[in-house]
């Protein structure tokens, strides 16, 4: 399953809306589909899993939606540390495989 | 709190194989329900996903280093490993380990490693 994440680069200012997507190669159950968010230098922090489910800890302007091929991930009031990179992923069958990226550049 | 440690060279030579070792604390190794992984991520770029072992013992690898991945457990330690054989500078990445699971996704994270491959 191909995960293709759009877009690229998204530049906004902080308390902007941001609206990130994930589009899969084939159906994904909405159960295994997750969100990451990625500092510079840092591991991997989990933020949404089972498509919607925020993990331990995640603010809730952070939400997730969708199902099938399209999920959507986001962000309602956006706040200077969130300015990073974001995967989407599904974890069903192997191979999981990541989306390449979005990110979520300050304007 | 679960935490998890990736310990190993940041240096391996062209053909060699490459060893890591995450080390678990927090939780049990053992635990039903998880999946204990290795992902690795290339500078500047996304994530691969390279293979799993789960608490009972199963493995899965990406089709694409299958040939060449070893995932490994020693519960008595509570620590699960990679080997990855006939390394090239293509396997030049930090790699991670994590804890996966079908209810929550890939939970917790080590830190990351780097490790080079150059002669």
């Known amino acids: 399953i191909v995960l293709t994440q759009s877009p690229g680069t998204l530049t906004l200012s902080p308390g902007e809306r941001a609206t990130l997507s994930c589009r899969a190669s084939q159906g994904v159950s909405s159960t295994y589909l997750a969100w990451y968010q990625q500092k510079h230098g840092q591991a991997p922090r989990l933020l949404i899993y089972g498509a919607f489910r925020r993990a331990t800890g995640i603010p809730d302007r952070f939400s997730g939606s969708g199902s099938g091929t399209d999920f959507t991930l986001t962000i309602s009031r956006l706040e200077p540390e969130d300015f990073a990179v974001y995967y989407c992923?599904?974890?069903?069958?192997?191979?999981?495989?990541f989306g390449q990226g979005t990110k979520l550049e300050i304007k | 709190q679960v935490q998890l440690q990736e310990s190993g060279p940041g240096l391996v030579k062209p053909s060699q194989t490459l060893s890591l070792t995450c080390n678990v604390s927090?939780?049990?190794?053992?635990?039903?329900?998880?999946?204990w992984s290795w992902i690795r991520q290339h500078p500047g770029t996304g994530l691969e996903w390279i293979g799993y072992i789960s608490y009972s013992g199963s493995t899965y690898y990406n089709p694409s280093l299958k040939s060449r991945v070893i995932i490994s457990v020693d519960t008595s330690r509570n620590q699960f490993s990679l080997k990855l054989s006939s390394v090239t500078a293509a396997d030049t990445a930090v790699y991670y380990c994590a804890r996966a699971s079908h209810a929550s996704g890939f939970d917790y994270w080590g830190q990351g490693t780097l490790v080079t491959v150059s002669s």
């Open positions: 927090g939780a049990s190794i053992s635990t039903g329900g998880s999946y």
């Open positions: 992923q599904h974890y069903s069958t192997s191979p999981y495989t």
